[in-house]
T-cell receptor, first 113, second 112 residues
Framework: DTGVSQDPRHKITKRGQNVTFRCDPISEHNRLYWYRQTLGQGPEFLTYFQNEAQLEKSRLLSDRFSAERPKGSFSTLEIQRTEQGDSAMYLC???????????FGQGTRLTVV | GQNIDQPTEMTATEGAIVQINCTYQTSGFNGLFWYQQHAGEAPTFLSYNVLDGLEEKGRFSSFLSRSKGYSYLLLKELQMKDSASYLCAVRDIGGGGNKLTFGTGTQLKVEL
């Protein structure tokens, strides 16, 4: 296991379509985070899981966004009825409880046209 | 809420030293992080400060003053590969796990 893996790396979709991204964290990492990053900005927190439980969601996460981590391993982030404003890099990170460092994946770049 | 400020851009010369400042306001401070991010790549962890003082790690050092809400990242012996965005991030007490609030990042350009 070499790190946090995200799929796909790039996604272009038409406005109004649904998209789903996947994140595979580092093995044994029980915490998993989703962030969104737009050009020239730092990452913005969206949500986080400890094992399979979703413990916190940002108010940025509208009801069109849903995230799951059904078995406490990989996670999916779905965006329904995409809008142009959803265009961004979606980053996943993972960490161990009690550890300081969170490791980021390379992200999924979403372009809504 | 939290407010994090850092310069948007900086330019420095190869071999020199550069200091990137970060100021923050938070209701319950629980650690400050610095990440490096090359264009199109994932942020990578550089340093973590939770107590006042200087943490040194090779060519990189990070300083924290909690009373002033201030941190800096010091990069020595600059190399061209250090051209990247440097992100300051704060963790809040009561924040979930390692949930971080990031600044907008400082784009560092290293020139010959």
């Amino acid at each position: 296991d070499t790190g946090v893996s995200q799929d796909p790396r790039h996604k272009i979709t038409k406005r109004g379509q649904n998209v789903t991204f996947r994140c595979d964290p580092i093995s044994e990492h029980n915490r998993l985070y989703w962030y969104r990053q737009t050009l020239g900005q730092g990452p913005e927190f969206l949500t986080y899981f400890q094992n399979e439980a979703q413990l916190e969601k940002s108010r940025l996460l509208s009801d069109r966004f849903s995230a799951e981590r059904p078995k406490g391993s990989f996670s999916t982030l779905e965006i329904q009825r995409t809008e142009q404003g959803d265009s961004a890099m979606y980053l996943c990170a993972s960490s161990l409880v009690g550890e300081t460092e969170a490791f980021f994946g390379q992200g999924t770049r979403l372009t809504v046209v | 809420g939290q407010n994090i400020d850092q310069p948007t851009e900086m330019t420095a010369t190869e071999g020199a030293i550069v200091q990137i400042n970060c100021t923050y306001q938070t209701s319950g401070f629980n650690g400050l992080f610095w990440y490096q991010q090359h264009a199109g790549e994932a942020p990578t962890f550089l340093s973590y400060n939770v107590l006042d003082g200087l943490e040194e790690k090779g060519r990189f050092s990070s300083f924290l003053s909690r009373s002033k809400g201030y941190s800096y990242l010091l990069l020595k012996e600059l190399q061209m590969k250090d051209s990247a965005s440097y992100l300051c991030a704060v963790r809040d007490i009561g924040g979930g796990g390692n949930k971080l609030t990031f600044g907008t990042g400082t784009q560092l350009k290293v020139e010959l």
